[in-house]
Structure formats: C-alpha cells, structure tokens
C-alpha cells in the first residue's frame, strides 16, 4: 500500500512558476515508477510527466515539454514536479500517482492516487 499526499499549488499569473510535491509513505515506495496527471473542469485526466524509480528516465505529455520538470529525492520518498512558463491552459488539478503496470503513460497503469491539488494559472 501506498500513500500519496501533493501540495504545492495556487494561484498564479502566467509566465509564472510553481513546483508540486507528492510525499509518498508506504514501505516500497521508492520503487516505483512515478507519474503526474491532470484534469481540467469538464475534461478528462490525462498524463503530464512520469519519472522512473530510479530518477534516470523521464516522460513528458509535448504540451509540457521544455516548460515542466520532473524529479526525485527517494531519500525523502518526494517527487516533484517544477513547473515553469505556466499558461491558463495548465489550470487543473494535479495528480501524482504510482505507476504499478503497462504504459508508463497510461492512466490505467496507475493504482495508487493522490487527492489533488489544485493549480490556477490566471491571464
């Protein structure tokens, strides 16, 4: 079992910056694969950045590459998520998530959840 906790979000103009956080607690897991999602009202969730267990291999959906950064500290079990150059389009909800199996991008691929936090980037 593992326990996902995001914080970090607000409120921001654009061009702005913020970086989550998701703490993670449960005995295993720095071993997993770890993925950020998000959803807009009204629309589905879908995939952001994913890194692996190891911190050497990272994804990005194209609408965030160059501008969003994904890390790891295993020592603190905290993986972050720097977001950079932010648009009123990256308003949402962010998710982090285990990833346990299949497409690393793949939101089914995902078993364990956090709750959110919300991230508003105003014009």
């Known amino acids: 079992q593992v326990q996902l906790v995001e914080s970090g979000g607000g409120l921001v103009q654009a061009g702005g910056s913020l970086r989550l956080s998701c703490a993670a607690s449960?005995?295993?897991?720095?071993?997993?694969?770890m993925g950020w999602f998000r959803q807009a009202p009204g629309k589905e969730r879908e995939f952001v950045a994913a890194?692996?267990?190891?911190?050497?291999?990272?994804y990005y959906t194209d609408s965030v590459k160059g501008r969003f950064t994904c890390s790891r500290d295993n020592a603190k079990n905290t993986v972050y998520l720097q977001m950079n150059s932010l648009k009123p389009e990256d308003t949402a909800v962010y998710y982090c998530?285990?990833?346990?199996?299949?497409?690393?991008?793949?939101?089914?691929?995902?078993?364990?959840w956090g709750v959110g936090a919300q991230v508003t980037v105003s014009s």
């Open positions: 998530a285990a990833h346990t199996w299949g497409a690393i991008r793949s939101l089914n691929g995902y078993k364990y």
């Open positions: 449960g005995r295993t897991s720095s071993s997993y694969d």
């Open positions: 890194i692996s267990w190891s911190g050497g291999s990272t």
